[in-house]
């Protein structure tokens, strides 16, 4: 029904940057709230950030100033523009995303994507 595919994670030195994309695909009538989220081995999964449909945004604390989500709603993405990265940005990323599909267009459902792995080290 609905693929979400992470990619651009990588191993990078602290102070670097990187950048993900989330794609979506599928019998796709609408995206809703997308985020990102990550999960640090020996954690609970935490998240990193969130945007609507319209754009409009909200951004942990941990990441406030260095990170920076965007949408690209014409073709059903989405990114994280990760700067100044540290040690302990070192996750696996996760998409995530609200879809309405053709087939179930009286509600909405949620799905994740498989991850993309960051690791920041020197």
């Known amino acids: 029904q609905v693929q979400l595919v992470e990619s651009g994670g990588g191993l990078v030195q602290p102070g670097g940057s990187l950048r993900l994309a989330c794609a979506a695909s599928?019998?796709?009538?609408?995206?809703?709230?997308m985020g990102w989220y990550r999960q640090a081995p020996g954690s609970q999964r935490e998240l990193v950030a969130v945007i609507g449909s319209g754009g409009n945004t909200r951004i942990a604390d941990s990441v406030k100033g260095r990170f920076t989500i965007s949408r690209d709603n014409a073709n059903n993405r989405m990114y994280l523009q990760m700067n100044s990265l540290k040690a302990e940005d070192t996750a696996v990323y996760f998409c995530?995303?609200?879809?309405?599909?053709?087939?179930?267009?009286?509600?909405?459902?949620?799905?994740w994507g498989q991850g993309t792995e960051v690791t920041v080290s020197s």
């Open positions: 599928g019998n796709i009538l609408g995206l809703h709230d």
């Open positions: 995530n995303a609200r879809v309405t599909l053709r087939s179930t267009f009286w509600r909405t459902d949620d799905y």
